[in-house]
């Protein structure tokens, strides 16, 4: 077992981690860690508990930290997983860093950084080895490895298996986001119900650069980014848990819907891994109003991406919807995937 913290423990994504976390068959849950508002009292006391689960029992009672990496409650700690805010990750997690721990980070902070991996474990394994080239260019022997924008990870674990086979000219993306990725006090139930909200600060930018970023090819030395363009346009909708993303591709070579429903029924690139969290990446429905938030969103403990609706389009070549529930997949699960496929096959 290896023993882990979370950092942001009683955020709406630490809580996610923690639930993740509790029973893990590889990783210990030792540490949470959260503000000076919340260090030093009892998680069940500092948390606001958002989850429909009550707070598994041990966890409740856990006294809650400084995120200060020389805290002794970090001695014995390889891995943090940061569900920070991005402007304190960009600080806090280079000191962990520096103090030797693996960093799995959601945030946004370093993700586009040239020798920080941007890692979808299904899409890009390879690109893990840019942490020599950042032990190296950063004097430190722990490591950060992002994960992607939610949205993004829905994005290329869609694109990943039509890329491999048919190539890409151009992709267009129209997103319907859930308002659990903004955080609990992010968007006011004023603003939200009856309505929706075409903008969420920064978020196309992201879809449109750290696309390139994973669906790129690492060299020996760095990330060349994938050589189509991505264009994005992100609503925030009335749903607690789970984006939808109607997704437009051009491919390079010819492919029909059935083409591209093979290629995603088919893939499935770690399957022998035996990894904890991990879930057959694409489920493929034939519904024709499939997929649904509230129907779908828990597909493979929440960590499966549902597509439904695969059908040409006289413009680009196939046009489909895809759901993903953000806050597992789309973040908590993700880190916690990286850091499962790491330690399995990178350690
Ligand atoms: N990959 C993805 O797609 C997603 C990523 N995210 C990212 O995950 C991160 C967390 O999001 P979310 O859980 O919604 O945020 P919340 O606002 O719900 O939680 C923030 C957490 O950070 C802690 N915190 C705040 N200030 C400090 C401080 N000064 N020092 C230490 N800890 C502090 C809070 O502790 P306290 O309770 O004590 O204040 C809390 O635990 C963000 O970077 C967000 O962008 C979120 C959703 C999806
Ligand atoms: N912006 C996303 C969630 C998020 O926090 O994204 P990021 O990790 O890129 O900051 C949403 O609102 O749904």
Redo the contacts with the bound molecule.
Sequence with gaps: MIKVGVL???????QRFIQMLADHPMFELEVLA??P??AGKKYKD?AYWYQAEPIPEEIGEMVVVP?DPRHEAFKDVDIVFS????D??REIEPAFAKEGKLVFS???AMRMEKDVPLIVPEVNEEHFKLIEIQRENRKWDGAIVT????STICLVITLKPILDKFGIEAVNVTTLQAVS?A??DGVPSMAIIDNVIPYIKNEEEKMQTESLKILGEFDGSEVKFADFKVGASCNRICVIDGHVESIFVKTKEPAEPEDIKEVMDKFDPLKDLDLPTYAKPIVVKEEPDRPQPRLDRNEGNGMSIVVGRIRKDPIFTVKYTALEH??IR??AG?SVLNAELFVKKYL
């Design positions: 942001g423990a009683t955020g709406m994504v630490g959260a503000s508002r919340s500092a995120t569900a920070l805010p991005a304190l990750a959601n945030a946004s994960n992607p924008n939610c990725g955080g609990y953000n806050t789309g973040a993700a």
